[in-house]
């Protein structure tokens, strides 16, 4: 890749979060003070086995210092790997653990949220390529940067024919990562596409395992498997050509630099002694320097992850920028909406009153879920504006929000946990009693008290032990704790069946707080005589 392209890249793709914040800056002096240490024994092991030769004939007390004293250095040499190696580690992960969270945090409020197999493969995928260049590559290219030039410096004193046939196999493997650079980049970024597809696919086939299996279609499916793994196969092995080309050429160089300087001994340019210390002091560099085909080749992965994990990043707005406080009760209020908009098309604002309720209606049924999203998280673009109880929802913090709006929809899964945490989700500063009593409220306290653990039973895998109907009732009682002011209703009454839409309605009766729902039978959740208005994109 030039370094034109290389420039407009950089100036596309939006930054990642820095790296040295917090104490990660403390890790990474830690790791810089290391690699001078271990290039300070490395260069010390060089020169001691030289001196050691130039003992022949010396008193066995000299000789006894001179090896004390380079054992003194090999340990040194050790220790220094062994803490460079855990500070790499800690500083990687705890880099990784900040990106993951950012990751998670945008598919769980991003309107564009990707399918479940993209988001695992970049929690996964991506935050590897990641970790594997802040751990594996940047931590090696600290080390080796002093740990070559001290050796060079040190063989420059003992012969600087020595130091010239050693640096020039290094110049050619710096020339040659630099043209291999490019083509390992596309060919990373080609097999991180192909993963995705790969994980995208599975993740959809095995969440519609069960109308596929119906209708029997399992071995269509896994051909279609197949061909998308065929093709990260196929995108491995190209991408492992470059791969092995940059090891190949790193393995080289140290050995090149051994030969050249056993063939400087053999034709009596230097002394033995000097061939001595420089294979010594090779010998100690040829592992960090073997290690950079790797360190390459982690580069090259990471910007690939880079160009999709930056501007998720960017796109997503952490909650701590949000005003922090402690928010007043929330159980009816006015709610003003504006400037909300579907197919670019704008809605009619609204103005509701406590009580009221308001029947989302539209032309396109998938319109009335976007109409909803967008009251739960509306967009903090400067025209949208959903206030509630006197707070505007996309200018405020989460416990302001949680307080004033619950929202249920159909089909919607639960996070694990245990029942009593799940029913709390939305005001964890409620007691357990609060808890229990909206679960009666919804016809499910026997059924809780059943479970083995009663309300400590965790729920799995999407709200297991419960049943369809009993997990949406555990998501109205939960969007009604506490009375928020805003309660909205995504069709969860499809989820209901006839028994739950009584029991909704006769919640709804008396619910104190504006209501905002999308269904197809108003006449069974809705109580005919207090009325609705509707509300929504018409043609």
């Known amino acids: 890749m030039t370094d034109d392209t290389e420039q407009l890249e950089a100036e596309t793709t939006p930054p990642m979060p820095p790296l040295l914040r917090g104490h990660r800056r403390g890790v990474m002096a830690l790791l810089v003070a290391t690699a001078l ?43 220094t790997r062994y803490v460079d190696r855990v500070a790499a580690e800690r500083l990687g992960q705890d880099y990784v653990q900040e990106l993951r969270r950012g990751l998670v945090g945008h598919a769980m409020t991003s309107a564009s949220a990707p399918s479940l197999g993209i988001t695992i493969a970049r929690s996964s995928n991506d935050l590897a390529s990641v970790r594997n260049w802040v751990s594996l590559g940047i931590a090696p290219i600290i080390a080796l940067v002093p740990l070559a030039v001290g050796c060079l410096a040190a063989l420059l004193v003992v012969a600087w024919q020595l130091a010239l046939v050693v ?39 095995v969440t519609a395992a069960p109308g596929i299996a119906a209708a029997g279609g399992v071995e269509r499916e896994l051909r279609a498997i197949d061909r998308t793994g065929s093709r990260v196969v196929d995108a491995a092995v190209h991408r492992s050509r470059t791969a092995g080309a940059l090891r190949a050429v790193a393995l080289v160089a140290p050995v090149a630099g051994s030969a050249g300087a ?90 509701a009153q406590p009580g009221e309720r308001v029947l989302v209606r539209s032309t396109a049924p998938w319109h009335a879920r976007e109409i909803l999203d967008q009251l739960v998280l509306p967009s903090r673009d400067g025209r949208t504006s959903v206030c509630v109880d006197g707070k505007d929802l996309a200018h ?44 009666a409220a919804v016809g499910l306290a026997e059924r809780v008290a059943a479970l083995p653990q009663g309300e400590r039973t965790s729920l799995r895998r999407g709200g297991e032990p419960l049943t369809r ?71």
């Open 37 to 79: 240490a271990h290039s300070a024994c490395a260069v010390g092991v060089g020169l001691l086995v030289g001196v050691l030769l130039a003992d022949v004939g010396q008193p066995t007390s000299a000789v006894l210092t001179d090896l004390a004293v380079l054992v003194l250095a090999l340990l040194g040499l050790g220790a």
């Open 396 to 439: 405020t913090g989460p416990k302001n929000r949680r307080r004033r709006v619950g929202h249920a929809r159909v089909g919607a899964r639960l996070e694990r946990g245990a029942i009593s945490r799940a029913v709390r989700y939305r005001r964890p500063d409620l007691d357990e009693g609060e808890g229990a009593a909206a679960l």
């Open 469 to 539: 109907q009993e997990i949406a009732r555990l998501w109205i009682a939960r969007a009604m704790l506490g009375q928020p002011a805003l309660l909205v209703l995504d069709h969860v009454d499809d989820d209901l069946g006839t028994d739950g839409r009584a029991m909704l309605r006769r919640q709804l009766a008396d619910y104190p707080g504006v209501v905002v729902l999308a269904t197809d039978r108003p006449d069974e959740v809705l109580d005919a005589e207090q009325g609705w208005r509707e509300w929504g994109l018409q043609d």
């Open 167 to 205: 640096a020039l196999p290094l110049v050619v493997l710096v020339i040659v990562f630099v043209l291999i650079s490019g083509p390992a980049y596309e060919r990373a970024r080609e097999l991180r596409r192909h993963r995705g597809s790969l994980a995208a696919r599975v993740a959809d086939t």
């Open 262 to 351: 056993a063939t400087l001994g053999a034709l009596g340019v230097v002394s033995t002694a000097a061939v001595a210390v420089a294979l010594t002091i090779i010998g100690i560099i040829a592992g960090p320097v073997s290690e950079m085909g790797r360190v390459v080749e982690y580069r090259q992965n990471h910007r690939a992850a880079r160009r999709i994990i930056a501007p998720l990043l960017a796109e997503s707005s952490p909650e701590s920028t949000s005003p922090v406080h402690d928010p007043a009760p929330s159980a009816g209020g006015r709610v003003l909406v504006s400037g909300l908009q579907v197919d670019d098309r704008p809605l009619p604002g609204l103005r």
